[in-house]
């Protein structure tokens, strides 16, 4: 018996809106610590595929199971505790932080929010901002005050801030200068490695996704054909 169970199982995944399908039947898993690649054109289904996944618009039908437990049949309510461990990082670095709200307060909020906010709160984001290569003085300042890498820095820290398992990488280089790709996808992959974080990573750009993921599935067309 096959006692394997994949952190992320996605399955026969149908994403419509109105009479567009914009995901067909789409199937795919991500292992504890593994970085799989959703490549494909634009407009082939990837955001859709990440809604859903995320449970941020539920499917027409299919399953996504992460860590044992079917989401797709949770009310918001039973999904609130799970929502934590699989944490999204979109590609405008600006869109995902609160221009109104320092860097200190973002990486800050989901402590807050998840009730884990004591008085080892301000050092943790410290060490936060530390970990993906930001001084924490940066924590000071605004988003428009930091450029587009450190802006998608401290989207990541703000992402780790609620431990999660699985990250979900839209895109997550493609807005940002190419000096500073290399930096964060480095980043990325140093904390897989000491965090054991798995990634599932929307990108368009074949050599990025060569470089950087473990397996890759290709989408066309709002289904997956052979990478
Ligand atoms: N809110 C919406 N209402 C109607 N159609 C939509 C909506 N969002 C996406 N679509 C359609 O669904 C299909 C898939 O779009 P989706 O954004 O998921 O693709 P994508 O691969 O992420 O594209 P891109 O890389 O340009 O973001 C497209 O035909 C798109 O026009």
Not at 48 to 65: C, F, H, I, K, Y
Not at 78 to 94: A, C, G, I, K, N
Not at 126 to 148: M, Q
């Amino acid at each position: 018996m096959n006692q394997h169970t994949a952190l992320l199982d996605v399955r026969d995944l149908v994403v419509r809106y109105g009479a567009v399908t914009a995901v067909d039947h789409v199937s795919f898993t991500v292992d504890a610590g593994e970085t799989l690649a959703l490549n494909g054109p634009s407009g082939c289904g990837k955001s859709s595929t990440v809604a859903a996944v995320l449970q941020l618009r539920r499917p027409e039908s299919g399953s996504v199971r992460f860590e044992g437990r079917e989401l797709t049949t949770l009310s918001e309510r039973e999904l609130r505790p799970l929502r934590p461990r699989m944490q999204p990082v979109f590609q405008d670095p600006y869109g995902s932080l609160s221009p109104r709200h320092r860097i200190r307060d973002a990486v800050a909020e989901p402590l807050r929010v998840q009730g884990r906010w004591d008085a080892a709160g301000p050092a943790r984001v410290a060490a936060l901002l530390d970990r993906v290569g930001l001084d924490p003085a940066y924590g000071d300042r605004f988003p428009h005050e930091l450029s587009g890498g450190q802006c998608q820095r401290a989207g990541i820290a703000r992402a780790l801030a609620s431990e999660p398992r699985l990250l979900v990488l839209d895109e997550p280089v493609s807005a940002l200068d190419p000096s500073v790709r290399a930096g964060v996808l480095n980043l990325l992959a140093d904390l897989q490695d000491d965090l054991g974080l798995a990634y599932l990573f929307i990108c368009h750009d074949r050599a990025v996704v060569r470089h950087f993921a473990d397996r890759a599935v290709e989408m066309r067309g709002g289904r997956l054909v052979p990478a």
